[in-house]
């Protein structure tokens, strides 16, 4: 009946004409829509402080049938449905420039401990392995996961002698995987509000046999369900920005694990690169040396 | 007389004829060098739980004159001195693959609630004002800190028309910033083991009296001591991997303020991409619109 | 009737049911099927050497009701639409590679002539000049024009301070462009097989009343129906391989005759530049110089 | 005695008091010094139309002791050690732009021409099979040749399972390289005036036993003498542009060549290929299709 893209704005057409419990209400929604759609009008209430016939009334006043459709509609939003548009919308609240930033600090560090804490580490063991056995590895992100990909990229080509970068290019993304075999592994980095291309590719190369491994937000994004392996870094939607600070937590700790097994060779490798670095004067040195 | 190299090397060749109490200090120091270094003798005896003079003996058995000594040399390491092969060999340590894994996640929250904790909010809101009055804003960044410099200059693009990004192409930085004035913003970013070239570079347009930014570890970095404003957010050193964790978390930050001050704006240039986005199937739609 | 497609096929599977003369016409065609596609029946009969009758029958024995039906399934080959496995098989004629490659030469030497003696200088001018007085100028290219405009964007950049080459990367390419206005220039560069993102991107310029000059290889090319002042350079369709080496020739003219009208600043520029690459060493000096 | 970059300055400075004859010879010098360098003054003075004593009072009168001496100021110039500030000062003389961009065509289709007559086909045969035998592919260039490098990375990739491009990126070039081994082969394209970067990795990789495949202007190029095989393209040097439209034909017949050995496969992958780029729309179709 409703289109979902409704909802916030049905909250801020209708936000004078709610109760002052409603208010509350309305608040928490916009705040936390990403919890709320899954708490029933019973828990909501609770959370908020007002009883859970105040949620139904809530729910009625925006023209809902029940609490149940607007909790559908609250469901579409959460399964990145959000325009940019919206999100931008919800941020109208955060007057205060001060706060905002602050949050983004905030929800960084909740994202990190809850991926940390939720981190299946046989998985993620299982997920080292895989790399290391491959052939070839691809790794494959699009948009803005398309610096968490170079930077993957970057380090494990430090350690791989096999690792490729497949991003927008000349090429497109598929061209650089034509030659995707079984014995392959892809990563594939994809992130709300999940990249078109990056999902066909993953399917493209799928069908291919070649091993995935989905670095993404939730078992339930549509990355996860083409992936062999999943391992799972809470992103953080901020107004809009996705915040891609844990799945960067995340992939440090995978090139850590994977260069431990290849000590030996990075340790050969960053000394041959020392000496490079010095004679090029890659890095800094501090004055003091300079005046040696 | 001794090389800064060699500390870390010393430990380890002398660690079998340390004492007990000694390799405790020893083990200390290689895990925490960069807290150890600014602790008197008698406060590393203290949270090693030793006596001052184990702590004196051991720099003795290391060949130190004295405790002062050893200090100096741990002082050259801090000063992002180590180099990728010592630090991989610091992690030999680290046995369990899993523990230095979780590592680098715990070391990522500590360092964005640093990062956030010690925030001069009123410097940030400098740095907010000035990239909104900067003519052009340039943004550099070099080897690992190039993913944060697209990063942000992929977000600041949504919002201002006036962003280059500087990075390493086919023309060098020099040339990509060799119109710069002093009517122009530089955001420079840099980390240890900080990149000579951005160095150089962000001399360079200092001399053309541009406004310079500096996104970097420590008001001692050397981009700090160029920049005009600094912002601080700490790197994370694990093995031979720089995490840019809070950096990014920083950069969101900035991004988002900088956003709000422009809200109508970027919502009419998102209403337009939304249905670009749209025709163009740039993200992915769940099963259920497609239906429709 | 039949699909453009059969042609090279319909030759290829009747080939040895052909007579002798017809078979003289087969091959010419396969090998110049551009310039057959505007000959009448009779002038490829005189090419060939061969009776304009012959030239009927042979499209007889294809199954074409006439020479007519013939050459509008030529003309369908020529508008671009010849795919990349046609264009190889075509090649399979050439059994001797040194006689291919050697065609390919010839074929950009031809091209460069062909783009130097058709070249409208008064065209060329009125390119300078709307190139000189934009705000801004953006440089359009992607898949393989993509290192055309990456090329010109190079030297471009030396001699502007406003330019900026838009191509495949985190940012599509309509984001990239999203803030063109009146004022600005849009070089586009689109040949043969014609990226349809580069025609929805100039289409999507267009709507915004920017100037939009094109570098295409034909008056008819959808990119020159786009433009509002279209350069014209031919590319070289050999195999698989779309040779862009009379365009670069055409962008070599381009950027020097803006140079020209910029000398002084050039000049200016490209002093700092010398000092700049001399300290880095950025170029080779020869032995001797190094001993100096 | 005197620095090369003096010669045309000198001839600048003494213009004026140059007599008819000589001043002919100052021109043609100044636009055909790379010609002029390798003439006897008697083949000069033919050239110009002024006897062999003209030449040497010419010499004289801009303070050389000879001939000779003149001659090997000339010698150092064309080594490639015209700075851009001297190149630009060169064009001076044309001061009509539309002959100076009529002398750039003319100069492209000498240069292909040339490229063609001179290419050693044995030679070209070998560069083919030693990159269809390589183990990897690395394809180096830096700066205005990297877009060459990009152009043949995207064409050889189509056909090749184990090319990477190499060029400035967040990984140095030394980085990008670090694995290369006594199977592999690197192809570097380098062009006056020779990146030094390029030239230092080609040493670090020819220490590592590769076979190197140059792609370069001279038999005497630095490139040259580090590379098994030469391929020689002249580029072509009028004002601050290096033209590479030479050596974008000569890899453009390289491409082909290695086509024709993998023609099946080729086929296959573009069938593939056309598939998906059907599916993705990649490429404009004419309206008529549209419809259809």
């Given at each position: 009946?409703?289109?979902n893209?409704?909802?916030?704005?049905?909250?801020?057409?209708?936000?004078?004409?709610?109760?002052?419990?409603?208010?509350l209400?309305?608040?928490?929604?916009?705040a936390?829509?990403?919890?709320?759609?899954?708490?029933?009008?019973?828990?909501?209430?609770?959370?908020?402080?007002?009883?859970?016939?105040?949620?139904?009334?809530?729910?009625?006043?925006?023209?809902?049938?029940?609490?149940?459709?607007?909790?559908?509609?609250?469901?579409e939003?959460?399964?990145?449905?959000?325009?940019?548009?919206?999100?931008?919308?919800?941020?109208?609240?955060?007057?205060?420039?001060?706060?905002?930033?602050?949050?983004?600090?905030?929800?960084?560090?909740a994202?990190?401990?809850?991926?940390?804490?939720?981190?299946?580490?046989?998985?993620?063991?299982?997920?080292?392995?895989t790399?290391?056995?491959?052939?070839?590895?691809?790794?494959?992100?699009?948009?803005?996961?398309?610096?968490?990909?170079?930077?993957?990229?970057?380090?494990?080509?430090?350690?791989?002698?096999?690792?490729?970068?497949?991003?927008?290019?000349?090429?497109?993304?598929?061209?650089?995987?034509?030659?995707?075999?079984?014995?392959?592994?892809?990563?594939?980095?994809?992130?709300?509000?999940?990249?078109?291309?990056?999902?066909?590719?993953?399917?493209?190369?799928?069908?291919?046999?070649?091993?995935?491994?989905?670095?993404?937000?939730?078992?339930?994004?549509?990355?996860?369900?083409?992936?062999?392996?999943?391992?799972?870094?809470?992103?953080?939607?901020?107004?809009?920005?996705?915040?891609?600070?844990?799945?960067?937590?995340?992939i440090?700790?995978?090139?850590?694990a994977?260069?431990?097994?290849?000590?030996?060779?990075?340790?050969?490798?960053?000394?041959?690169?020392?000496?490079?670095?010095?004679?090029y004067?890659?890095?800094n040195?501090?004055?003091?040396d300079?005046?040696?």
């Amino acid at each position: 009946m409703k289109e979902n893209a409704d909802l916030i704005k049905l909250i801020q057409l209708n936000f004078s004409k709610l109760s002052k419990s409603q208010k509350l209400i309305a608040e928490y929604i916009m705040a936390n829509y990403d919890k709320a759609a899954f708490m029933t009008a019973a828990k909501l209430g609770e959370v908020v402080g007002v009883s859970e016939s105040t949620v139904v009334r809530f729910a009625n006043t925006l023209g809902y049938d029940g609490y149940r459709d607007l909790q559908n509609d609250l469901h579409e939003l959460v399964k990145n449905k959000l325009t940019t548009v919206q999100r931008i919308s919800l941020t109208n609240d955060y007057t205060n420039k001060e706060n905002l930033s602050k949050r983004v600090f905030k929800k960084d560090i909740a994202n990190i401990s809850k991926t940390f804490d939720e981190l299946d580490y046989d998985n993620f063991e299982k997920a080292v392995e895989t790399i290391l056995n491959g052939e070839r590895v691809y790794v494959l992100g699009l948009r803005s996961s398309s610096f968490l990909a170079g930077y993957l990229g970057f380090y494990l080509n430090f350690i791989l002698n096999n690792v490729k970068v497949v991003t927008a290019g000349p090429s497109d993304v598929f061209e650089q995987m034509l030659k995707v075999t079984s014995n392959d592994v892809v990563i594939g980095i994809s992130y709300p509000r999940y990249s078109s291309r990056t999902l066909d590719a993953l399917n493209y190369v799928k069908g291919k046999d070649c091993k995935v491994i989905g670095i993404t937000d939730s078992i339930l994004s549509p990355a996860a369900q083409i992936s062999d392996i999943t391992l799972i870094a809470n992103s953080n939607m901020v107004s809009f920005v996705d915040s891609l600070v844990a799945p960067m937590s995340l992939i440090n700790a995978l090139i850590i694990a994977i260069g431990m097994e290849k000590r030996e060779d990075i340790t050969n490798y960053f000394e041959d690169l020392e000496s490079i670095w010095k004679e090029y004067s890659v890095y800094n040195l501090n004055s003091k040396d300079k005046n040696n």
